[in-house]
Nanobody, 126 residues
Framework: QVQLMESGGGSVQAGGTLRLSCVAS????????MGWFRQAPGKEREGVAA????????YYSSSVKGRFTISQDNAKNTLYLQMNSLKPEDTAMYYC???????????????????WGQGTQVTVSS
């Protein structure tokens, strides 16, 4: 199975920057999408960003578009989430996730993501 491990979280002030990393092992061609999700206390988990491994297409939630950038370094088997202009509303536990081969649903539908990391905490103060 695919194993994922996130890092790079921390505490910053509003307007600051963080770069999250997700190191993957056991990756195969069956993985169609890789993505980042987040969950704040008392709220549902939501999709933040994702990309298609086959086409290179990227996707972002409306709340982070223009501020966050998802990318991948294939040589290092690492997925990144560059987060700029952070806001207090970005405070959450961030998770890296990977799907199987099916691409029949929207990118943010979390049921398609079968592999998850343990999460890394991001806290943004005002």
């Amino acid at each position: 199975q695919v194993q994922l491990m996130e890092s790079g979280g921390g505490s910053v002030q509003a307007g600051g920057t963080l770069r999250l990393s997700c190191v993957a092992s056991g990756f195969t061609s069956r993985t169609a999408r890789m993505g980042w999700f987040r969950q704040a206390p008392g709220k549902e988990r939501e999709g933040v960003a994702a990309f298609s491994t086959g086409t290179g297409s990227t996707y972002y939630s409306s709340s982070v578009k223009g501020r966050f950038t998802i990318s991948q370094d294939n040589a290092k088997n690492t997925l990144y989430l560059q987060m700029n202009s952070l806001k207090p509303e970005d405070t959450a536990m961030y998770y890296c996730a990977a799907t199987g081969p099916v691409l029949s649903v929207a990118w943010y539908t979390e049921g398609q993501y079968h592999y998850w990391g343990q999460g890394t905490q991001v806290t943004v103060s005002s």
